[in-house]
């Protein structure tokens, strides 16, 4: 049995779980939530499971530490991957996840690096390749170690940039409103992992745990956030995900 749990904003990392899903039969991928979400679903006895998520801020995104701090220290997982989507950067996330799986007593047997997004010269047809090509990988249970991260990764960037982001990106959404395009259709609060959003007379309320992951901004049909989210400038949203397919729905915000 393979499990796969992902995070995304964009949807793009989302795309890459469903794929690796439907190669390797592995059911659908489940979303992973913030804190201020109460969904958390773990599969007894998979004996493969994955993990795949977007590069924030040079590092593990907040909502996916959130998650994994509560996943079960007993398992019984033989096989454990990881993909970091990224647009170029992956820096030492990955090394990074590796050290945050150790305190659940898990080991990382295969990393992968797969970029994407409009600053990346990646068409469909090599990213579909390269999906094809780890899920072959992985259904051999082979190693896999891809851009671990260099010594000016892992100390200056994953190591100092990321660990001071995480100090102040939960309050970053206080730079984020709305304009009169807004209908108060709620699929910000929908898409939103963390649970960091609410309606109040209609209209979003960002509540300063944000993960800086862009979906609210990628997925709002009117375009009507404004504001400085650095993954937001990333691009829009991934063409072939719905927004019906970013709903989170193993967990009401708290």
Not at 222 to 231: D, F, N
Request: hydrophobic letters at 40%; glycine letters at 10%.
């Amino acid at each position: 049995m393979t499990k796969i749990y992902y995070f995304s904003g964009r949807g793009r990392s989302l795309f890459v779980a469903r794929e690796l899903s439907l190669r390797l039969n592995a059911g659908d991928p489940v979303p992973m939530t913030g804190k201020h979400r109460s969904g958390l679903v773990i599969p007894g006895s998979a004996g493969r499971v994955g993990f795949v998520f977007p590069v924030i801020d040079f590092g593990v995104p907040v909502s996916v530490r959130h998650y994994l701090s509560r996943y079960p220290k007993e398992h019984e997982h033989q096989y454990v991957f990881a993909v970091a989507t990224n647009m170029g950067m992956p820096c030492a996330a990955l090394t990074q996840f590796r050290t945050l799986l150790r305190r659940r007593n898990m080991n990382l047997d295969a990393a992968f690096s797969v970029e994407q997004g409009p600053h990346v010269n990646t068409d469909r047809t090599a990213l579909q390749s390269r999906i094809t090509g780890i899920a072959e990988i992985i259904e051999a249970a082979g190693t896999a170690d891809e851009h671990p991260g260099n010594f000016a990764d892992k100390v200056f960037l994953t190591g100092a940039a990321n660990a001071l982001a995480r100090v102040f990106i939960g309050a970053e959404d206080r730079k984020f409103s709305v304009n009169g395009q807004c209908n108060g259709c709620g699929i910000c609060t929908r898409v939103c992992a963390a649970g960091n959003i609410v309606l109040r007379n209609n209209k979003p309320v960002w509540l300063h745990f944000c993960d800086q992951c862009g979906a609210c901004f990628s997925w709002c049909p009117r375009k009507a956030i404004t504001g400085t989210c650095l993954a937001a400038r990333a691009g829009d949203s991934e063409a072939e995900i719905s927004v019906s397919e970013m709903t989170i729905t193993n967990g009401d915000a708290e």
